[in-house]
């Protein structure tokens, strides 16, 4: 027996990842270069899940939304060459943006837990680069990596599958306050929810790499003017899937490259199951939605990528993707843009292309219907 080899947090490939992931959320680009990044990924079958209506919205947060323009190119340079070093498995179909998910995900999974065990013991310099470097600032006050990280991002993953993160959410959910976090609280309490952007900044990514959904049937009523509220967020299956990954490995003070590898191989897994799901998004919607799940889950099952993905998390991504998909076409559909109605209606039932809202109310009720037999 072979002694595991620990996976050491001073490399010089984490720590360009460090930066890449940096890179991942700092503001940047307009919001035509992410509609084109948009474009491009929907015709890859790879869709976002935040909406149209966000990124071609007139006000100065829509460039928000377009931070990961900055991301998907460095993210696939990055795992090529981390890849390589520790003898990953790349996936075959070299769909840039499932690659760009898989080191996202891997980048802050290996983050978060050098930031909870092996800080300590870090070189001053690369210790630094966690704590000390600016990683966003929001209304003057500059947050580290170990801010956001080790604070908002558990608080994200924290949702259960019916909680919900809206518009105003204080970011002090976890209670465990960096002293930068408390600062900015306390600088943007007094001004009203709608300070409270920041958060539309740090889960961009999220949002865009599927870790997060937005609530795409509140977002019809918001269209309607039928709520007031523009932004409400839930955890998506592969979330869930992360968040348990996450649970996992804090339980221990070192992960090992194995464990990198095996998470990196139930990540392809899932990807080809996302494909999956894309493509049967009609029977979803019109037949038996759960034949769909248990699909899913065969192709994840057949590939070892159940530890950490199980059947709830498939059942919570079918309904993520009908339901971003159909919200999608929705959006497109009710703001005009023709373009993208076309690019999401290849997944969609042509009987009901003229009837999006019905489309959705139908998935929803029958969702309902089946939920409560299946708990």
């Given at each position: ?360 109310e139908n998935y929803i009720k029958r969702f309902i219907a089946m939920s409560i037999r299946i708990w």
């Amino acid at each position: 027996m072979t002694t595991p080899t620990i996976l050491n947090p001073t490399n010089e490939y984490i720590q360009e990842g460090i930066k890449t992931l940096i890179a991942c959320s700092s503001t940047g680009g307009k919001s035509l270069d992410y509609t084109k990044i948009y474009e491009n990924a929907i015709k890859s079958d790879y869709i976002p899940f935040y909406s149209l209506y966000n990124i071609f919205q007139k006000s100065k947060t829509s460039k928000y939304f377009s931070n990961v323009v900055n991301c998907i190119d460095r993210l696939n340079k990055w795992f090529e060459e981390f890849a390589s070093s520790y003898d990953l498995e790349v996936s075959q179909d070299g769909n840039k943006f499932y690659t760009a998910r898989n080191a996202f995900i891997l980048l802050f999974v290996i983050n978060k837990h050098t930031l909870e065990y092996r800080l300590p013991e870090l070189p001053i310099a690369f210790k630094q680069l966690l704590t000390h470097d600016s990683f966003i600032t929001w209304g003057k006050v500059s947050l580290t990596l170990d801010d956001v990280v080790g604070h908002i991002w558990p608080a994200v993953l924290s949702l259960t599958t019916t909680g919900i993160m809206k518009e105003g959410t204080q970011i002090d959910i976890l209670g465990d306050l960096r002293p930068n976090i408390k600062t900015l609280i306390n600088s943007t309490k007094s001004q009203g929810g709608d300070k409270y952007k920041i958060y539309k900044t740090i889960i961009s990514p999220m949002l865009f790499f599927n870790l997060l959904s937005e609530d795409f049937v509140y977002l019809v009523d918001v269209l309607e003017g039928a709520a007031r509220s523009r932004y409400r967020f839930l955890i998506t299956g592969l979330g869930s899937s992360v968040k348990n990954v996450l649970l996992d490995i804090l339980n221990r003070s070192y992960i090992t490259t194995d464990e990198i590898n095996t998470l990196n191989k139930i990540l392809n897994q899932i990807n080809k199951a996302h494909v999956y799901i894309l493509s049967n998004i009609r029977s979803a919607l019109i037949e038996n939605w759960f034949s769909v799940v248990r699909g899913a889950f065969q192709i994840v099952e057949s590939g070892g990528g159940t530890l950490y993905y199980t059947k709830s998390d498939v059942y919570l991504d079918v309904s993520s993707y009908t339901l971003a998909t159909v919200g999608q076409f929705y959006v497109a559909h009710k703001l005009g843009h023709r373009e993208f109605a076309v690019l999401f209606s290849k997944y969609l039932p042509i009987d009901y292309l003229d009837r999006p809202r019905e489309m959705l109310e139908n998935y929803i009720k029958r969702f309902i219907a089946m939920s409560i037999r299946i708990w």
